[in-house]
């Protein structure tokens, strides 16, 4: 036995620097004989299980290690207490997946004899079985990190470069870097470049490509990988049920490259922390990974892809990846429970893994959910990517099922689903709901949340009879809401007790309708008058340009701040730089207008997307530079800010006259429940706001909304998709407190909720309009449109009604593999041809030239909706009928649609265009689109006049130029000339390096840094990055240590200056000196305004917003209110 003064003594000798063998010598110099086996140290162990840390100075004991250290009398992990067999490594050690089934890869794999040659020279010669294909592996190397304990993070930053720069690759990683690189994934991921191009001046480039692509701190996943690793090693699983992990999204990139004998060409990208899911969760973000592809190979390998991943499982640093979701050009794979290259332990959690089928098992049991269609079952795998947050967990005997309400003379055997008036509405009590609040954070009570427990999802309304606050957590599921069959509740996992947190109650006032909505409410003119419309456009674009129309009245900046601020939702966008992505939505700062359940895809890619340049302080957005400006003293007309405004303004109206975005004012956007109380009629509505006062007509405010109102929901295709019902006030439904949703009846004799675009109630949101001039005018029209005919499907579609239960029936008797044929069922969404695009186009070149009630508008108008549900539906269109369809309506959009198409669908221009039947009205569109023009043209011009006068004056800014002048002075007469003309040479030549980036130039153009060509078209994040790679590089190698210049003086000067030069153009151009200076000159302007100024740090200025009856003060003096 040895003390732990002797075990310090031994971390203290090892080199910073070092192999397996010099720890072993240095262990055994001090009388500790290793195993012969190569020492596993657990170099990642980290929080609670903290080993080591690694430092310049060595190895240092943690205090953790003390207390491991009496308890096992050694250094855990490094197999030295023969007592502590289940850690050992050595003789004993199980074979790969001992105790557990192997799959016939495994089984039939003998490890190559590792070599100590280059990792490059020999994992070419290393044979993979079939169905195995290696992405990042490098035999020895996977070594090292089973040797050294890298973590997991560490291993992927490291194959990455390997994999994304070839010529640099595996042979350039030399043990002794893999061993610098041993400890938390939070100190050494992010070291990883700088300690791999090291001592390699050939790989610079590479070295400045990895400090442009650090990812920001909001998305930075490194401690979400600890985090997740501190877990495992616990032996608990995965992650916790009750935090909200599995935040880390990893990626890899597929190319098709047919000039090459390996045509599937993988590179590793950076992973980031985004959105929390369910399968994240469960299997532990770390053992997700997303496989991306191109459109373009989609469209041309879409079969081969599928092909292959169904076939094949990716080898990733020693781990096995299976496919198990595809969707939108993505496959989603999982880790499981098989091994190439490396010995399974269960120091790092591989005793929690499972296979494919295990998960499948978990997730969508084959054996009780056979009853479902084969393209029903796949896509309820969608439920997992969900974005959520874990909310409360039930107890089993506290999980109800509840039935639903039907029309009258229906049941659940016979209900068709308009006939299901609960259609994804269940009910949950007050104390799980007030549970919910205090952990989400909601200020105000939640009477409904959208959710997903079990295999159940939707909306969950305070159940009327269980409002006391001492009952324990109660939820009640409606048959609809089960998309999933587990077994009874007391079998369930852990995690299908857990309600997971999609969203909160949503509501926004005054709302707006779009192009498709118009379409609808004018009837081909015959519903709303077109001067309606016109109207409210009108009114609509003068408050948007109100917004940014300078003014020289004493609180004219205060208003324009606090008007740029809420126009362009400052805090919202500060608040998700803080918040993830889940949390974003819980909170209502991202869109409810659609149901995006397997999209997760909204991460942070680059630093300049996320908050301000650390070295100069300029905002990303022009919204927060404007801001920033404002707030420093700046006024409104000086060129830059009105440069900015001008920007701003055409940016926003070009938005709103794209979508035909129309703000009613007296409108709300929310989601919508069935009558908890059934007690509204049909045709009847109840809606009362908590908060906010809503006002009417005559100008009255008051908090329940009555009288005539209109509702619809995107996509409103049909003009029965729009319906003017009876809001009512129900003191009964006010008294539960149900406000801040609308509240449909369950009466009649289908679902109003049907009606609307064949909406249900298990998040749909819903635009009420209650303006008079719109509901006076506005007749519903008749139901004929509202459900296709009964051949309407047969007609159109093909579809495949397999069921599940029968197909892997049949694959048992043919004795052919089921995980083969269910992995390319889950698989095959990533490439399948998606048509509701297309179908789109074909139903508004239909609503264009023959308007709505025409047949061939409403068969199209069925053709996109069905399109867009086709994936559950398991329908196809039929290829006769899609030939037909595209030589008929695969034409030129007008001008109106084409607005409001996206970048790739320009091709349109190249095809025939349309006429309009001479016989119908005006075109409601083509006259908004010419009044929006009009009125966005005026506007622009104005603010562009006001610019251009700013621009001529050529009006300097004394207190900018000051301090350049002042260090001109003070160097001619005291005679430091030379010391000054440093520092202007340092501005001239980054002001060189800036003019030459902007132009595809120089050593920090887009071309040199993404290796993009002249003939590239460069986005506005390459220029963010050419800028802010400038502004480092300015600001890290500003001159220092100068007898005349404090360092702080040295950056005021060269801010000065670089003002002088921006200026001292023809037209002057204030972007690099803003670009590289922010901070500095917006220092000098509030220093300068006089008076007192307030230093705040950024993180303070960015929760601040401007009180509301200040603001209401201010535009009261100035006439505004």
């Known amino acids: 036995m040895f003390t732990m003064r002797s075990l310090r003594n031994v971390l203290a000798s090892v080199p910073s620097v070092g192999t397996g063998a010099q720890l072993t010598s240095s262990f055994s110099s001090a009388g500790i004989n290793l195993p012969q086996h190569p020492p596993r140290i657990p170099g990642s162990l980290f929080v609670e299980e903290m080993v080591y840390e690694h430092s310049d100075t060595g190895i240092a004991a943690s205090t953790e290690i003390d207390e491991l250290a009496e308890e096992l009398e050694v250094l855990p992990g490094l197999g030295v207490n023969a007592n502590n067999s289940e850690n050992n490594v050595g003789e004993d050690t199980p074979t790969p997946h001992e105790g557990r089934e192997q799959s016939d890869i495994i089984s039939n794999f003998n490890e190559p004899a590792y070599s100590n040659s280059h990792a490059s020279e020999f994992v070419d010669d290393v044979k993979f079985p079939p169905g195995l294909y290696p992405v990042a592996f490098s035999p020895i190397h996977q070594q090292y990190f089973e040797e050294y304990g890298t973590a997991w993070g560490v291993q992927w930053q490291i194959a990455r470069i390997a994999t994304t720069y070839p010529s640099f690759g595996w042979k350039n990683i030399s043990e002794e870097m893999v061993f610098a690189l041993c400890g938390p994934n939070l100190d050494k991921a992010p070291q990883a470049p700088r300690i791999l191009f090291s001592n390699a001046p050939q790989f610079l480039e590479y070295a400045q490509q990895e400090a442009l692509t650090v990812v920001p701190e909001v998305a930075s996943p490194w401690s979400s990988y600890d985090e997740e690793e501190s877990y495992i090693r616990r032996e608990q699983g995965s992650t916790d049920t009750n935090d909200n992990g599995g935040k880390i999204i990893q990626r890899i990139y597929l190319r098709i490259d047919t000039r090459s004998k390996t045509r599937f060409k993988f590179t590793l990208e950076q992973p980031t922390k985004s959105k929390s899911f369910r399968f994240n969760r469960f299997l532990g973000s770390r053992r997700v990974i997303q496989c991306h592809f191109s459109e373009k190979d989609r469209r041309s390998f879409g079969s081969e892809i599928l092909d292959f991943f169904a076939s094949n499982k990716l080898l990733i640093l020693g781990r096995l990846y299976q496919g198990f979701y595809g969707h939108d050009s993505k496959i989603e794979l999982m880790e499981i429970n098989e091994d190439f290259g490396r010995t399974p332990t269960d120091l790092y959690g591989d005793h929690n893994r499972m296979s494919l ?636 390096f800036f003019r030459q980036a902007r132009g595809n130039q120089g050593p920090y153009s887009p071309r040199k840094l993404r290796g993009k060509s002249k003939h590239n078209q460069i986005s506005i994040g390459d220029r963010q990055e050419s800028a802010r790679a400038v502004s480092e590089a300015y600001n890290s190698n500003m001159p220092v240590d100068l007898a005349h210049f404090d360092d702080a003086g040295i950056r005021r000067v060269a801010a000065s200056y670089a003002y002088y030069l921006d200026r001292s153009f023809a037209t002057p151009d204030y972007n690099f000196c803003f670009s590289v200076a922010w901070a500095e000159l917006c220092a000098l302007k509030a220093r300068a305004t006089g008076g007192d100024f307030t230093t705040l740090a950024s993180g303070y200025m960015d929760s601040m917003s401007m009180n509301k009856k200040i603001s209401k003060l201010y535009r009261e003096e100035m006439g505004l209110d």
Request: charged share 25%; glycine share 6%; aromatic share 8%.
């Open 357 to 992: 089928l295990d998960f499948i098992a978990w997730h969508n049991n084959v054996e009780l959910n056979g009853n479902q269609t084969v393209g029903k079952w796949g896509s309820r795998f969608a439920l997992g990517f969900s974005t959520s947050l874990v909310g409360v967990t039930f107890d089993h005997t506290n999980i109800h099922f509840l039935d639903d309400i039907y029309a009258p003379g229906t049941g659940s055997t016979s209900a068709a689903a308009h006939e299901i008036m609960s259609d994804g509405c269940g009910f949950i009590n007050r104390s799980a709901l007030k549970a919910i609040q205090t952990k989400m954070g909601w200020e105000v009570f939640p009477v409904h949340v959208q959710a997903r427990i079990a295999g159940a999802k939707g909306l969950f309304i305070l159940h009327p009879e269980h409002q006391h606050p001492n009952e324990p957590p109660q939820i009640w599921i409606r048959s609809s809401q089960r998309k999933v069959k587990l077994q009874s509740t007391d079998k369930w996992s852990p995690f299908h007790y857990i309600l997971d947190i999609c969203s909160g109650p949503f509501i926004q006032s005054p709302s707006s309708i779009g192009y498709e909505m118009i379409l609808c409410l004018s009837q081909d003119g015959e519903g709303v008058p077109q001067e309606v419309f016109i109207e409210r456009l009108q009114q609509s674009l003068k408050d948007i340009a109100s917004v940014y129309e300078p003014s020289d009245h004493h609180h004219a900046s205060h208003v324009l701040w606090d008007s740029v601020y809420s126009m362009h939702r400052v805090q919202q966008n500060m608040l998700r730089r803080i918040l993830p992505p889940e949390q974003q939505r819980a909170h209502g700062f991202l869109s409810y207008d659609d149901e995006d359940e397997g999209d997760h895809d909204d991460t942070v890619s680059a630093k300049w997307d996320v908050g301000p340049d650390e070295h100069s302080g300029m905002p990303a957005t022009s919204q927060e530079q404007v801001l920033g400006w404002l707030q420093a003293g700046f006024d409104a007309t000086d060129p830059w800010v009105m440069e900015k405004l001008a920007y701003l303004l055409e940016k926003r109206l070009n938005a709103a006259i794209k979508k035909f975005r129309i703000t009613i004012p007296q409108s709300l956007r929310a989601h919508i429940i069935p009558d908890p109380l059934g007690v509204l009629d049909e045709g009847e509505i109840f809606f009362a706001s908590s908060q906010t006062q809503l006002e009417d007509s005559t100008g009255t405010k008051k908090y329940c909304v009555t009288g005539p109102v209109i509702v619809s929901r995107n996509p409103c295709v049909q003009k029965s998709d729009v319906r003017k019902v009876n809001a009512v006030e129900n003191h009964q439904l006010l008294s539960l407190g149900y406000c801040d949703v609308i509240i449909f009846s369950t009466k009649g004799e289908c679902s109003l909720a049907s009606l609307l675009s064949g909406g249900d109630y298990d998040g749909d949101t819903v635009v009420m309009i209650w303006d008079e001039s719109i509901t006076s005018q506005f007749i519903n029209s008749d139901l004929s449109s509202a459900r296709p005919s009964d051949s309407f499907e047969s007609d159109n579609f093909n579809k495949s009604k397999q069921k599940l239960g029968d197909l892997v029936a049949r694959l048992a008797l043919r004795g052919e593999s089921k995980e083969a044929a269910l992995s390319r069922i889950l698989l095959q969404g990533a490439v399948a041809k998606r048509l509701e695009g297309r179908y789109n186009v074909f139903y508004r070149n239909s609503v264009y030239l023959n308007g709505l009630d025409h047949p061939d508008t409403i068969r199209l108008g069925q053709m996109f909706t069905s399109c867009l549900d086709s994936t559950k539906s398991g329908l196809t269109v039929n290829p006769n009928v899609l030939t037909q369809d595209v030589r008929k309506w695969d034409r030129k959009p007008p001008e109106c649609f084409a607005r409001a198409r996206e970048p790739e669908d320009e091709s349109q221009r190249y095809k025939l265009g349309l006429r309009r039947d001479p016989d119908l009205p005006p075109f409601i569109l083509d006259t908004l689109l010419r009044v929006a023009d009009e009125e966005a043209e005026k506007y622009k011009m104005h603010l562009l006049v006001m610019r251009d006068e700013m621009f001529k004056s050529k009006r300097r800014d004394e207190d900018l130029i000051l301090p350049f002048e002042d260090a001109q002075a003070r160097a001619r007469r005291h005679g430091f000339t030379d010391e000054l003309q440093l520092i202007l040479d340092h501005v001239d030549q980054h002001r060189t």
